[in-house]
């Protein structure tokens, strides 16, 4: 039914426009029936590397988004988010959530699997700046290109990163979180390519105070071009966090392990990867400026990742190192400097990144 005009300006003279402080920030348009959020990012990014094909400095738009969620009732809900970097607009989330309480809620869409922790880490809150450490003209790791890096294989294999399908998950007591998916296993936008689907479980929960342990479980559906089959690969792994991005110590560390179905053995079947990361950083508040005169805060961030896309084999595993600052300017309005360093076979590949986070 089209409301009639009278009705439409009584809706309108109700709405609420509403922006508050701190790291939460965003736009809310409220009434009666129905609440709307808004939150948008640009990411601009300068980057060069030791890499003959990525030599030439380069400026581009990592990102450029705006994300509108939707409220309406206790429980119906859904969030919708688009990117409109590179040159073209695409769609990177979408889902409708049914909340059924906090213990069980059920989205279905299009969404970030979950599966470890550094992926899950949104981007506007990420302690480096390119999860994998890429670097432009690196093709190192076999069967996806880049450097060996935690995030690399996780989201190169499958494991992580946004997906469509359902995902089922809750909060419990003593802050113990759950989510289990079923995914496609084609990525972002991608429509199904077999009759198989990929399966995504994780449970976080406190060992001890200020500690957050994740257990994590995926089995990633690929068809055997040799056999003609549809096959699965495992992986399992695990993450730890202590901290938070408020201020002070924050460390982000984890381990992933499981069938590389990227790179097979001479036979066919998938070799065995394994990989591990840590993250650590400490935010420190600079005294006596003036407020959104001056940066709020400065932040070092040391990054150690080892992958391995072939236990047992010699060659392509490596180090990924990067040592960065972090300028606070605003809340999630900051300004990053990289390095990062890849070591492996002999030889190391460097990349220098810059980027400012324009966030609301």
Request: hydrophobic residues 40%; glycine residues 14%; contains cysteine.
């Amino acid at each position: 039914m089209i409301p009639s005009p009278s009705h439409s300006m009584a809706i309108a003279a109700g709405l609420l426009l509403s922006a508050g402080p701190g790291i939460g920030a965003q736009t809310a348009i409220r009434s009666r029936a129905i609440e709307l959020t808004l939150r948008g990012r640009v990411h601009t990014q300068f980057s060069t590397s030791s890499t003959g094909a990525g030599s030439h400095p380069g400026f581009t738009i990592r990102r450029s988004r705006l994300t509108v969620g939707v409220q309406v009732n206790d429980l119906v809900g859904g969030l919708m988010q688009g990117d409109f970097s590179r040159g073209r607009a695409q769609l990177t989330v979408g889902y409708v959530r049914l909340h059924f309480s906090d213990a069980f809620r059920v989205s279905v869409g299009q969404f970030k699997r979950p599966f470890d922790l550094f992926q899950l880490t949104s981007s506007r809150q990420i302690l480096v700046i390119e999860r994998d450490g890429r670097m432009m003209g690196l093709d190192t790791c076999p069967g996806f290109g880049g450097p060996c890096s935690f995030s690399r294989f996780s989201d190169k294999l499958g494991f992580s990163n946004i997906d469509i399908g359902i995902l089922f998950e809750g909060d419990l007591a003593g802050g113990i979180t759950w989510a289990t998916a079923v995914t496609n296993g084609t990525g972002r936008n991608v429509p199904d390519q077999n009759a198989t689907k990929s399966y995504t479980a994780r449970v976080r929960f406190p060992p001890v105070a200020g500690v957050r342990l994740g257990l994590n479980l995926g089995l990633h559906d690929y068809l055997d071009s040799l056999r003609g089959r549809n096959r699965y690969a495992p992986a399992w792994g695990l993450d730890l966090e202590s901290g938070t991005f408020d201020g002070g110590w924050h460390m982000q560390a984890g381990l992933l392990a499981g069938r590389n179905w990227q790179f097979l053995q001479p036979g066919g079947d998938p070799t065995t990867f394994a990989t591990a990361q840590i993250i650590v950083t400490r935010r420190v508040p600079i005294r006596g400026v003036r407020p959104g005169r001056w940066p709020e805060a400065w932040e070092p961030v040391v990054r150690l990742s080892y992958g391995d896309p072939r236990l047992g084999a010699p060659g392509r595993q490596g180090w990924l190192m990067t040592p960065g600052i972090v300028l606070h300017l605003s809340d999630l309005n900051k300004v990053a400097v990289n390095l990062d360093l890849w070591r492996s076979d002999g030889a190391t590949e460097e990349s220098l990144k810059i980027q400012t986070y324009v966030q609301f």
